[in-house]
């Protein structure tokens, strides 16, 4: 009996630890990678810009098998859907256009769970060349999201960088 209740006492001192533990953890995520592409700012942006062209370039869209993508409206408002067996279901809806500067984009995830993002792409014009930050954050639940952070980050980061080497091969195959 003592044992019982020494090997409970340990569980739940383990558990209230964990708990306590999160609650210092940060709530949020902020994930930025930049790269820069060889051409000018504004034969650049029109790709990002319009979500027809995302998954021309994004590093998730290759990954998924059985796919359906659905792309409606233009310019702020523009949504894409998908829904698939790896990348799950759900959207990114641009939110704001700033031209050759800014494009701001909500996304959004239904499944295999419900979360929501901000993405941020920025455009430093540089004459003949572009630096392109993209920029992620979110925040992150209690308790177990807290300490998944660090590994979010690295591999959303990693994911970013991906999508901008095949963003820079993109625009260097599709603009002169």
Not at 72 to 100: A, F, H, P, R
Request: glycine share 6%; net charge positive.
């Amino acid at each position: 009996m003592r044992y019982i209740k020494a090997v409970s006492f340990l569980i739940i001192s383990l558990i209230v630890l964990f708990l306590l533990a999160a609650l210092f953890m940060p709530n949020k995520y902020y994930i930025e990678r930049t790269i820069e592409i060889d051409r000018p700012v504004d034969s650049i942006f029109r790709f990002v810009a319009d979500l027809n062209y995302y998954h021309q370039w994004d590093p998730w869209s290759s990954e998924e098998v059985v796919k359906k993508f659905n792309i409606t409206g233009n310019g702020i408002g523009q949504k894409s859907e998908w829904e698939g067996d790896t990348l799950g279901k759900g959207n990114l809806t641009v939110e704001k256009i700033i031209k050759n500067k800014e494009i701001h984009q909500l996304l959004r995830f239904y499944k295999p769970w419900e979360r929501e993002a901000i993405n941020i792409m920025k455009f430093e014009n540089k004459g003949n060349k572009t630096n392109i930050t993209w920029i992620m954050e979110g925040s992150l639940d209690y308790p177990i999201g807290r300490f998944m952070k660090v590994k979010l980050e690295d591999q959303i980061g990693k994911d970013f960088e991906h999508g901008l080497i095949k963003l820079r091969k993109y625009c260097y195959n599709n603009i002169n």
